[in-house]
């Protein structure tokens, strides 16, 4: 461990504020289906991320931060370049 990582630790309060979290079957169907993806919603958001994370090089360190995205002028939604191109990467 270097000496500059050994300076840094995390610390928590002894007070805290307990709030009880419901069960997800306490939820009404309006309010699990607004909180939590059904199957499809998974399966195309993994196909997006997919093609997002193949033209970005495969590699972490290189994702696209929000700064570099393009706005959707009409919703203000953040849109990934790789959405943007004509042709294959």
């Not at 419901?22 to 939590?36: D, V």
């Not at 991320?49 to 393009?70: I, P, S």
Request: charged share 30%; net charge negative.
């Amino acid at each position: 461990m270097a000496s500059s990582d050994a300076q840094h630790k995390v610390t928590f309060r002894h007070d805290v504020k307990v709030v009880p979290i419901p069960m997800r079957n306490e939820y009404s169907r309006r309010l699990r289906t607004r909180l939590w993806a059904g199957r499809e919603e998974l399966h195309l958001n993994a196909q997006r991320n997919a093609l997002e994370f193949e033209f970005e090089g495969w590699d972490w360190r290189t994702v696209t931060d929000d700064d570099d995205m393009y706005v959707c002028s009409q919703s203000g939604e953040l849109i990934h370049p790789a959405h943007c191109i004509d042709t294959d990467f």
